[in-house]
């Protein structure tokens, strides 16, 4: 796979001239409260997938509730980008990140929920997670806890799930499983040898992985929204994570070799983000 020093330069300089004016911009809406602060990310990172060449296929019906808990599994950063594209959210990362220089600060702009890794961390995030929830804001958690190669998953971990247990405005949160896959670059087939240069995970060094990224051709990925459940129509905790796992799981082992998607799921007409060089 060939990546291109002069594209990557375009596309990094693009990103920034639109990224940093809007820090302050973000910031100032987060201060005044202003219900714009949750559409401009949504509106920016389109506009991030413009310059990055991502086109994003969306299959299924995405969630009409207000709120809703997005479980998904987690590929690389590039996850963030292609999520937020697509509907209006915050995310659940781990607490390492709100001390990363300006990948943190973006993070904190867009109203992310820092938590521990350790289930008694998680825990004592759920007043911060049900604020966010009582405001109506969507959130997106990465069930397993970290990412991967984007060949498969990791056992999703049911601590993360203790969010779904909350009712709000006296009503089950409602869940919405999410499949994220990475399926072509410039149009051929990513095959199970190449999905990890686009994945980051394990001890992967961030810049020279994304300098990689940026480089390269236009690539496709598949958002999969898949049936909403509630705690209370799926049992405990537990077995929430268990159906969301077996949900994903088999559709992204269907996306990665090619096999046609559940013919329930009928494409949906959010266009995609579209084409930069």
């Known amino acids: 796979m060939v990546s291109s020093a002069p594209r990557a330069i375009l596309r990094l300089v693009l990103y920034l001239a639109l990224t940093i004016p809007l820090m302050p911009v973000q910031a100032l809406l987060l201060v005044v409260r202003s219900p714009l602060a949750r559409r401009l990310p949504h509106a920016y990172h389109r506009l991030c997938c413009r310059i990055f060449g991502i086109d994003v296929e969306v299959v299924g019906a995405l969630s009409a509730t207000r709120p809703t808990l997005f479980v998904a599994n987690h590929v690389s950063y590039l996850d963030i980008e292609v999520l937020s594209a697509t509907v209006e959210t915050c995310f659940v990362a781990k607490r390492e990140i709100a001390g990363w220089p300006f990948f943190g600060w973006l993070a904190k702009l867009q109203q992310t929920v820092f938590v521990e890794r350790r ?40 601590a993360l799930f203790s969010v779904a247990e909350r009712r709000v405005h006296d009503r089950p949160l409602t869940v919405q499983p999410v499949t994220i896959a990475y399926t ?93 060089p």
């Not at 825990?123 to 997670?129: K, N, P, Q, S, V």
């Not at 966010?132 to 959130?139: P, Y």
């Open 119 to 158: 289930a008694a961390g998680v825990a004592g995030e759920r007043d911060e997670l049900a604020r966010r929830l009582d405001e109506g804001s969507n959130v997106v958690l990465f069930a397993e806890g970290t990412s991967n190669d984007g060949n498969r998953l990791q056992p999703f971990k049911s």
């Open 184 to 276: 072509r670059l410039d149009g051929m087939p990513i095959g199970r040898a190449i999905r990890p240069f686009v994945a980051w995970y394990g001890d992967m060094d961030l810049m020279p992985h994304l300098w990689f990224l940026l480089g390269i051709g236009r690539l496709t990925a598949v958002l999969q929204f898949h049936e909403t459940v509630t705690l209370a129509t799926v049992g405990k905790r537990k077995d929430l994570a268990m159906h969301c796992q077996a949900v994903i799981a088999e559709a992204l082992e269907a996306a990665n070799f090619g096999r046609p998607l559940p013919a329930a799921l009928a494409a949906s007409s959010l266009p995609s983000p579209g084409h930069l």
